[in-house]
């Protein structure tokens, strides 16, 4: 568990925003996320969410999909400019759709509903946990180990940035952590199961799209080219490979 200087532990400084229309679905999830540690501030309405997240920027968002006001899909589309935070959206077990439109709009990532509320709260802290640290094994040797360069495109995992020609790059949370992974594994493909292991701590179904989604976002972020990728190469049923030289 991560700790301040003080002793006491980051989670209990986390705030976390569900934005739920079903009152008694939100309460049950607030009780239980406050009783393990979380602050918790429910919002019923897509609408109203849309300013709260810009203005009270939580640690965390928990969006479900379907909301008055504004749908969970629109509510993500539209704060995502301004809130750098992770959305974990909630979405119906078999909507395949759903859960791909959702990663489009900037998700970092999904939970089918109905929702269990400790893999609910081991998401969370999975997301948040990934923000608020650098985590040692994903640590690469040589020169400034948070650091990467190519070219014109730096990753640096210290500060959760990259830059293109000198431009930072709009990433989200999830974004930022799959091309820290792919870039600090340089000239090594990773398997889809690697990927799905390593940040996501579940086993790959072999269905779930999520990674391929969010490579595709990732590519145009880094000067790739999506329908001729030179940078993050798609290797046919294996995984992925970031090219170092290009």
């Known amino acids: 568990m991560l700790k301040q200087e003080n002793g006491q532990s980051l989670e209990e400084n986390w705030r976390i925003l569900i934005v739920e229309d079903d009152e008694r679905l939100a309460t049950l999830t607030k009780d239980y996320l406050e009783s393990n540690g979380l602050k918790v501030a429910v919002e019923g309405d897509g609408g109203r969410a849309i300013e709260r997240i810009k203005t009270e920027q939580p640690d965390l968002v928990v969006l479900d999909l379907m909301l008055p006001g504004e749908d969970g899909l629109a509510v993500c589309r539209i704060v995502r400019p301004y809130y750098k935070g992770p959305i974990l959206m909630l979405t119906a077990r078999t909507e395949d759709l759903d859960q791909v439109l959702g990663l489009e709009m900037g998700a970092d990532d999904y939970v089918a509903k109905p929702v269990r509320p400790r893999v609910l709260l081991a998401r969370i802290r999975a997301l948040l946990r990934r923000v608020k640290e650098v985590p040692e094994e994903q640590v690469v040797d040589g020169g400034s180990d948070n650091r990467l360069t190519f070219g014109n495109l730096v990753v640096d995992n210290a500060m959760r940035e990259a830059w293109l020609e000198g431009k930072s790059i709009d ?76």
């Not at 949370?173 to 792919?182: G, K, Q, T």
């Not at 090594?188 to 999520?210: A, N, P």
């Open 171 to 246: 990433l989200t949370s999830a974004e930022f952590d799959l091309l820290w992974l792919l870039s600090s594994s340089a000239g090594r493909v990773l398997t889809r199961e690697e990927i799905f292991h390593q940040l996501r701590g579940i086993e790959y179904d072999g269905q779930d799209r999520s990674i391929d989604v969010r490579v595709s976002r990732i590519r145009p972020k880094v000067g790739d080219d999506p329908m001729n990728p030179k940078r993050i190469k798609t290797v046919r049923s294996k995984g992925y490979l970031f090219v170092k030289e290009i």
